[in-house]
């Protein structure tokens, strides 16, 4: 009868860990610019959304729900405070540029417009709220 020593495991075939961490956050990054120029398409588009003839504001609301949501993601993807400014940067580029009027006289975001304007005021409010939580959240440690 033969005894078999412990043996370790080898090592698992693949990427390394920390390779394959960066891999998945770079990814991650990607998505929220790009996530971040989604919704600031779609909400210039529903700025003008108009109800009776009466503009009805979804955008500003979407603008709030959607910026929350980027920064919550932009954290848990790329594991770092500072990438709340992932989204924020885009949207922000895409909103000033939107305000902008183009050689032919086109405007996205016309100052008469109400909902452009609380939009832009309620999504920039959030990013900066996000981004002061961020600031001040407490490091997490594992113990162990």
């Given amino acids: 009868m033969t005894v078999v020593d412990d043996q370790t495991a080898p090592p698992p075939a693949g990427p390394p860990p920390r390779l394959l961490d ?10 929220v ?7 600031g398409v779609l909400e210039l588009l529903l700025a003008t959304v108009r109800v009776g003839g009466y503009l009805i504001g979804v955008s500003a609301l ?3 729900g959607a ?5 919550w993601f932009a954290y848990e993807a790329v594991g770092r405070r500072w990438a709340v400014v992932l989204p924020a940067v885009p949207w ?8 902008v009027r183009t050689s032919e006289g086109d405007l996205l975001l016309a100052g008469d417009n109400w909902v452009g304007l609380a ?3 309620a999504g920039a ?10 600031i001040l959240a407490p490091t997490h440690t594992l113990r162990g």
């Fill in 125 to 134: 409010m959030t990013f900066a709220v996000m981004g002061f939580r961020q």
């Fill in 33 to 39: 610019v790009v996530a971040g120029v989604l919704t």
């Fill in 119 to 121: 939009m832009i005021v």
């Fill in 62 to 64: 979407i603008a709030v």
């Fill in 67 to 71: 910026n929350i949501v980027l920064s």
């Fill in 22 to 31: 960066l891999g998945v956050r770079v990814a991650g990054a990607i998505i």
């Fill in 92 to 99: 922000f580029a895409l909103m000033a540029l939107a305000a």
